[in-house]
């Protein structure tokens, strides 16, 4: 039995997370894997109710769960995620890119994956005033460059693709920070002689994700960057809308779409729940490694061929050039689990 935790969120957030507690409560019947959820809140509604965007009750159930699966929050998300990226030590951003059938993507043949160094660069939030003038100061630690590079061999020995680690920065500009960065992943990724090591400036690999996105295999870089070049990343591969998300540290992992709260459609039952159940593809899968679950590997396969055969139909949400509620596509992917 696997204890869950699930903030519910803010917009369409808790609409998407009664998707995810259907399709956990489906699991629980129909296989020999068990979920209890402690469904929680944080975000904007908490932040005008209590003050507090991330309550001491809620980061307290958290703790006693073994993941936990976010729906999205509002104004409020740096409150939120980037507090719990920290608190948790969740170094590693895990985000997977992949066109699926159906799908308005730049090519049909992708699929890589964003390995994004997840606590520290100007995420910190280290900004101060001099005068007329604002400064922020970004940290880039030889530790963190270690750890996210490890974890970027490790992605790419497990996917058995293209055997390829690229390593993103600006070194050329930042000869320091980001000097530190390419050195540290340079010196890790040599040292799996079964891996390839490719070193490219940020705007050339944004560039290189629109004209050859099936030419990567495992991106590494840092926050910033990360976070920019996932969005756009996500984009290409079809939607913002279908791309799932995860945190993991070293005893605890958390896992979320990477898209907003989207107030505009809050209540329509139009939101797309795609990304949200990858994400729980991804807990599944994060559970199988550290736990030695073979019905969780089993059952996150499932999952994600429900996903595609839902797609492959042309069952979809009104975002993504269907008609389906958000109710009625969760129910097609649980018929096809």
Avoid at 36 to 57: C, H, Q, R
Avoid at 209 to 217: G, H, L, Y
Wanted: include cysteine.
């Amino acid at each position: 039995m696997y204890n869950i935790s699930l903030i519910n969120g803010d917009g369409i957030g808790p609409e998407i997370s009664r998707s995810a507690i259907r399709i956990l409560e489906n699991i629980n019947d129909k296989f020999n894997l068990k979920f209890t959820i402690d469904e929680l809140e944080a975000g904007d509604n908490m932040l005008s109710k209590t003050g507090y965007a991330l309550p001491t009750k809620t980061i307290k159930s958290i703790n006693r769960s073994i993941a936990c699966l976010k729906a999205p929050v509002g104004e409020s998300a740096s409150d939120v995620i980037v507090f719990l990226r920290q608190k948790l030590n969740l170094y590693a951003n895990i985000r997977p890119i992949k066109s699926y059938p159906n799908m308005k993507s730049l090519k049909n043949n992708i699929d890589f994956v964003i390995v994004r160094e997840n606590t520290e660069d100007l995420y910190l939030g280290n900004e101060f005033e001099v005068g007329d003038t604002a400064i922020a100061m970004r940290v880039i630690s030889e530790k963190a460059s270690r750890e996210i590079s490890e974890y970027a061999c490790k992605i790419a020995k497990y996917r058995n693709g293209l055997n390829k680690v690229t390593c993103v920065h600006k070194a050329n500009v930042l000869k320091k920070t980001d000097g530190l960065f390419v050195n540290i992943c340079k010196e890790v990724i040599k040292s799996h002689h079964n891996i390839k090591f490719e070193s490219m400036y940020v705007d050339a690999c944004a560039m290189n994700m629109i004209r050859n996105p099936e030419k990567f295999d495992v991106i590494v870089t840092t926050n910033m960057f990360g976070d920019i070049l996932s969005d756009e990343a996500a984009q290409i591969s079809g939607s913002l809308g279908i791309a799932p998300s995860a945190n993991i540290g070293e005893n605890y992992a958390l896992f979320e779409p990477v898209h907003g709260a989207a107030f505009d459609i809050a209540g329509k039952q139009i939101a797309n729940p795609i990304a949200i159940i990858l994400s729980i593809k991804m807990m599944l899968d994060w559970i199988s490694t550290k736990y030695h679950d073979k019905e969780s590997n089993f059952v996150a396969t499932r999952l994600e061929n429900a996903v595609d055969s839902t797609i492959k139909n042309n069952i979809k949400t009104k975002d993504i050039g269907g008609n389906y509620t958000t109710n009625e596509f969760t129910s097609e992917i649980i018929n096809r689990i």
